[in-house]
């Protein structure tokens, strides 16, 4: 039987790890990320900080979603990309390296998304604390993807975006906080998507971030307080 706030543990098969999806590190190293981030994302080694810590929250990530076997190998491979190339990116400038790294980054990060996607919503079993929590990492992961996207997109055209004001710091730290500003719709209007492709990419993020929270996680609330009801015999 099923403990609160975890999902009922499966029967090895496959590849598949036998232990419970437990997304509560992840939430906590998630929300320790995003907190601690403003005081690294300033100085000559903000670049290199900010992107252990991408992939600390990574790694993380894929240890917390208890993937497959085959899952988790090719996660750990994408940390090791990205964790070495960028260091020989703030090491040598090599513009090659940055687009590894965004792009191991972001494919790690997709992977994440997608099995913790599935062990929110298709794993079988009563709604629990557990699967709320990872509904809410989720959310957090994708407000941490789109950042990498839209540095992607700035990397490959630098004036894809309009900036109100010159803000220092690395630019990772930038698009952080505009892609969970883009994802709440709270726009403060600082920083503008000029290009196409990041005007598109912005309003894919809001209409996505609104969806899921009026969609997926008002629905796994509404089942989990029903159980709570049932189960108090309401």
């Known amino acids: 039987m099923a403990g609160p706030g975890r999902i009922p543990q499966s029967a090895p098969e496959g590849g598949r790890t036998v232990g419970p999806s437990n997304f ?3 939430l906590a190293g998630l929300l ?3 907190g601690v981030e403003p ?3 300033h100085g000559e080694n903000s670049g290199a900080l900010i992107q252990l810590a991408f992939t ?3 790694v993380i990530g894929v240890l917390s979603l208890a993937a497959k076997r085959n899952v988790f190998r ?3 491979v994408l940390a090791v990309v990205a964790t070495t190339s960028a260091l020989g990116y703030w090491w040598t400038d090599a513009t090659w390296l940055r687009v590894v790294d965004l792009v191991a980054v972001a ?3 997709v992977l994440a998304i997608a099995v913790g996607l599935r062990a929110v919503v298709l794993e079988p079993g009563a709604v629990t604390l557990n699967r709320i929590v990872g509904a809410l990492c989720l959310y957090l992961l994708l407000g941490v993807l789109w950042t990498v996207l839209f540095a992607f997109v700035e990397l490959v055209e630098p004036t894809a975006f309009a900036y109100a004001r010159n803000v ?4 990772l730290e930038q698009f952080l906080y505009y892609s969970f500003v883009t994802l709440t719709t709270l726009g403060y209007g ?3 998507p000029v290009h196409p492709v990041a005007r598109t990419l912005a309003y894919f993020e809001a209409v996505i971030g609104q969806l899921y929270v009026a969609v997926l996680v008002a629905s796994l609330v509404g089942r989990y307080s029903a159980t709570l009801g049932e189960a108090n015999g309401e």
């Not at 220092?168 to 630019?171: A, L, T």
């Open 24 to 26: 509560h590190f992840l």
């Open 32 to 34: 320790i990320f995003l």
């Open 39 to 41: 005081f690294v994302g």
């Open 56 to 58: 600390a929250i990574l």
């Open 74 to 76: 090719a996660g750990v």
């Open 107 to 109: 494919l790690f990060l």
């Open 168 to 171: 220092p710091g690395d630019p």
């Open 190 to 192: 600082d920083v503008t």
